[in-house]
Each structure stands twice: as C-alpha cells, then as structure tokens.
C-alpha cells in the first residue's frame, strides 16, 4: 500500500550505532524524536558546479530553506546506496545517473531531531528538471560562490544539510 502522504511513510528507526530497533512512520518519527537514516547528495554539473536549491514550503522538515544536498529519508529495508540513487534522480528530475560516490556517514544531531547522515556525492551533466513537490528554487553555483552564500547568513540553510557541508570541507581538508 502506498502512503497517502509523506508522513505515512514507514521508516527504520535505528540506534546510536546505526542499527535497526523497529519501524514507525515519518509523522511519529519526527514527533518523538527517533533516529532514523538519511542521505545527502552533492550534486555536481559538468562544470563542476554544486546544485544549490530552496526546497518548498510544503515540507514536514526546514520548509522554504535552502540548501546544497538532495536526498531525503531512507524508507523501511532500504540501504544508503539505493536510497542515494533514487533520491538525487527524483530531486534532479533525472534518470541513468551514475551511483553516487559514498563519502562518509555521521550522527546529525541539532534542529529537526537525530539521523544517521551519509554524504555522496555525484555529477549530472544532462540538464536537470528538479521535481516541482520538493524544489520551489534552483541553482548551479561554483565552490567560491557557495562558501560565500553560507558565509554571508542571508540564505536560511538547512541545520542538517549545513552541518554536512562543514563536515565534507574537514574531510577534504584531511585529504580523504
């Protein structure tokens, strides 16, 4: 049966060690707080350009704040690399992508709630039609143009996607 919204949707909820303890939908995961899995993707053009979007005012989490990720919530039994693919070809409006590179997974927690993060990363260079229900805004920026929006404090950035992006620069400061 498919969920009537986006609240419904049954998710693994898991652990401070990323393991399964059960499932619940999304509305009860939010309301009482339950880690559960999430992936971020950083998209690239074939400029090298970061996909940098507004995300709609309809959403359960952070509605009408920008951010530098596609990706969503993993859905009960899905693993981080399916739920990778198929979240950055729905939020980019395309298919054949190649499989998003893992970079690496931590324990986000701070506005919004906890989740277990694994950041990816991948290049689109076919033009992209982000899906209307979860992009109100977008845009390919350069690195310099990015690092100057989430300096400048004029955008509300996602807390999460904000927090990962500060963990993608450490980790390539270390040279991973």
């Known amino acids: 049966m498919t969920p009537v919204s986006a609240a419904d949707e049954v998710l693994d909820v898991v652990d401070r060690d990323d393991r399964v303890v059960g499932r619940a939908r999304r509305g009860?995961?939010?309301?009482?707080?339950?880690?559960?899995?999430?992936?971020?993707?950083?998209?690239?053009?074939?400029?090298?350009?970061?996909?940098?979007?507004?995300?709609?005012?309809?959403?359960?989490?952070?509605?009408?704040?920008?951010?530098?990720?596609?990706?969503?919530?993993?859905?009960?039994?899905?693993?981080?690399?399916?739920?990778?693919?198929?979240?950055?070809?729905?939020?980019?409006?395309?298919?054949?992508?190649?499989q998003p590179e893992p970079?690496?997974?931590?324990?986000?927690?701070?506005?919004?709630?906890?989740?277990?993060?694994?950041?990816?990363?991948?290049?689109?260079?076919?033009v992209v039609r982000p899906q209307e229900s979860e992009v109100a805004w977008h845009a390919f920026l350069t690195e310099d143009d990015l690092a100057r929006r989430v300096a400048g404090g004029e955008w509300p950035w996602v807390p999460d996607g904000l927090e990962a992006y500060r963990r993608l620069a450490e980790y390539r400061r270390r040279g991973a």
């Not at 998209?43 to 309809?58: I, K, L, Y």
């Not at 970079?103 to 950041?119: D, H, N, R």
């Open 103 to 126: 970079l690496f997974k931590f324990l986000y927690e701070g506005p919004g709630g906890a989740w277990w993060s694994y950041v990816h990363e991948v290049r689109c260079e076919g």
């Open 28 to 98: 009860e995961v939010y309301a009482e707080g339950l880690i559960h899995r999430c992936v971020f993707v950083l998209a690239r053009d074939a400029e090298g350009r970061v996909f940098v979007h507004r995300r709609t005012a309809s959403k359960l989490v952070f509605p009408s704040y920008y951010d530098m990720f596609v990706g969503g919530v993993l859905g009960a039994g899905e693993g981080y690399a399916q739920a990778a693919l198929r979240e950055a070809e729905e939020e980019l409006g395309v298919s054949g992508l190649p």
